[in-house]
RNA sequence: GGGGUGUUAGCUCAGCUGGUAGAGCAGCGGACUUUUAAUCCGUUUGUCGUGGGUUCGAUCCCCGCACACCCUACCA
């Protein structure tokens, strides 16, 4: 869009030196009908790629209006419509033909006669592609067979289409291609489109629900100097002009509890991590949380919150908190459980007594059957969780609340008033996958420095995902944080969750994936 | 990172433990004024992912590489 553009006709040579990607016979079929497009665009001084076309109706709220109404009452009533779309099939007959184009919103039938529209326009219709854009202005009628249709009495061609859509029956079954060429997936897949229609409303849902309870919607750095609020290996990178190294944030934690600090009380994010590790039907180096912190509140409270909020996501989303994932039901309906990692392994686990539980030598030993080499500095409680990860986790598929995490573990948490061993903290599982992370946040700020301390000793031990000191965060605190609650909710994972997808890639448009060739 | 499976026409897919490939759709030409994945007749299209090896001969057997998907590991 740049302030050359005019009436005048750009010349463009067809295919000349430039770069294409996969060149074939059928493109170069298309491009050699563009150029007869363009020669005749330029002798009747009219753009090949038009935009004074302007549809005046959507597809689907004709569709909503009309489509139940009888041919005999619908027909004489001649109501006009205006509609615009990409060709998705096509009935070309010797004198008239049907072609169903696709909008925004859904699909509509074309009535073509050569007597309405002029025998050179339908010799020129008759050698459009599927996947052109077209405009059409006409009349509603229904067909023989009862289907709402244009009667066309004006049609256009408004982009010229030059690469094939998928099969028209199968549509794009190549999954690498869905995801690489995402805008081809929404043009063939209904599915597609609903799945991510779906990821928005869930976003929107969040958001009002977090508006409707007074939380303020910020946003903090993505590039940090250091590292913090999650244990996780950060994507470095560098800043020329400061000549400074810079990570792509793991969590944005520590920026709104200094928000805390300076006192919104209420404030929320929904935006992307980056985290440099593998990929997984549940990992994509960037992905969306939301994180949200309210003072005053503590875990149990949140506890509360967070359910709630999911709960009115996926009813916004889907009309009902009752959802199927992967074929077997999941109630976001009824209170969420609670377990603690001890209480989950002994009812998932029952196998392991309460005594050999608490014993961390056997933990330990008993790590090493599912290959698990705890780390020498890890106590009691990082052990259980390692084996509640072992045994239980996978198993969690209705929504449950695991709870009371071990101080090691949870460097940012507020430890129990009654347990200083473990922290107020919860993470969310549903169908056997973490969901959401929150906690009573910690405030004390020697506390805190002292765990920071705790961090480097762990990663001078070679816990590469310990975390870095932070001493403007500590500054912080340093002015006092008022007690707060706080949690984070992995937006993709949820959104898989709700639209029943299996794959993090399936609710993410454009997935990482490796560089084609 | 480790393991498994896959890659054949533009698309969707066949292809017999080895003799250099087929169908449907799309395209092109023709017929057809109410079709529904329109139908009917004719017809074009392939470095069989890539590089080696075995063989008289490889889409097919063996090895490497690329990419994808699944499982697994780290994590959310």
């Not at 079929?29 to 020669?39: F, T, V, Y």
């Not at 400074?244 to 793991?250: C, E, G």
């Not at 009115?312 to 992967?326: D, H, M, Q």
């Not at 992370?437 to 765990?451: I, V």
Request: hydrophobic fraction near 40%; aromatic fraction near 10%; include cysteine.
């Amino acid at each position: 869009m740049t302030a050359q553009s005019s009436n005048s006709q750009p010349q463009v040579e067809s295919t000349a030196g430039e770069p294409h990607l996969d060149e074939n016979h059928v493109i170069a079929e298309r491009r050699e009908k563009l150029r007869h497009l363009r020669e005749h665009a330029q002798s009747s001084n009219t753009p090949v790629f038009p935009n004074d076309f302007k549809p005046e109706h959507k597809a689907a709220d004709l569709q909503a209006r009309y489509a139940e109404a009888d041919k005999e009452t619908l027909d004489p009533q001649e109501i006009p419509a205006v509609v615009a779309g990409r060709m998705m099939l096509k009935r070309v007959m010797g004198k008239a033909s049907f072609a169903t184009i696709q909008d925004s919103t859904g699909r509509i039938q074309l009535y073509i006669a050569r007597d309405e529209i002029g025998e050179a326009l339908y010799e020129s219709f008759k050698h459009w592609d599927m996947g052109d854009i077209v405009g059409a202005r006409g009349r509603l009628f229904k067909t023989r067979t009862g289907e709402l249709s244009v009667h066309v009495t004006e049609l256009r061609l408004l982009t010229k289409s030059l690469r094939p859509l998928p099969e028209k029956f199968h549509g794009l079954q190549d999954q690498e291609i869905k995801y690489r060429q995402r805008y081809v997936d929404l043009i063939t897949s209904d599915e597609t489109r609903a799945t991510f229609r779906a990821r928005s409303q869930v976003v929107t849902a969040i958001r009002q629900f977090m508006n409707q309870n007074e939380f303020l919607e910020v946003e903090t750095p993505m590039l940090h100097p250091i590292p913090g609020g999650a244990s996780a290996k950060p994507f470095i990178t560098h800043h020329n002009a400061l000549d400074m190294q810079m990570f792509m944030r793991i969590a944005p934690e520590l920026y709104l509890k200094r928000l805390i600090v300076g006192g919104f009380e209420r404030v929320f994010e929904i935006n992307r991590n980056f985290r440099n590790e593998g990929l997984s039907v549940r990992h994509n180096p960037e992905f969306t949380m939301m994180e949200f912190y309210a003072a005053y509140t503590d875990y149990q409270w949140l506890m509360d919150f967070t359910e709630q909020c999911i709960r009115a996501a996926a009813i916004a989303a889907k009309g009902t908190a009752v959802l199927s994932y992967a074929g077997k039901e999941v109630d976001l309906s009824k209170p969420f459980e609670r377990l603690t990692i001890v209480g989950a392994i002994q009812k998932y686990a029952p196998q392991y007594s309460l005594e050999q539980l608490n014993d961390a030598e056997f933990v330990r030993k008993e790590l090493l059957k599912f290959g698990v080499k705890a780390f020498d500095h890890a106590g009691l409680g990082a052990l259980q969780l390692s084996l509640f990860e072992e045994t239980a986790e996978s198993q969690l598929w209705q929504p449950t609340y695991i709870i009371d995490y071990p101080v090691e573990v949870s460097p940012l948490a507020r430890a129990s008033d009654t347990q200083p061993e473990i922290t107020e903290r919860f993470e969310l599982f549903i169908t056997g996958r973490e969901i959401a992370n929150g906690f009573s946040e910690l405030n004390d700020a020697e506390d805190q420095a002292a765990r920071f301390h705790a961090q480097m000793k762990a990663k001078e031990a070679g816990d590469q995902e310990a975390m870095f000191y932070d001493a403007d965060f500590i500054r912080a605190l340093e002015y006092g944080m008022p007690p707060t609650g706080g949690c984070g909710i992995g937006i993709d994972r949820l959104v898989m969750l709700i639209t029943d997808s299996p794959s993090i890639r399936d609710v993410i448009l454009f997935p990482h994936m490796r560089s084609e060739q």
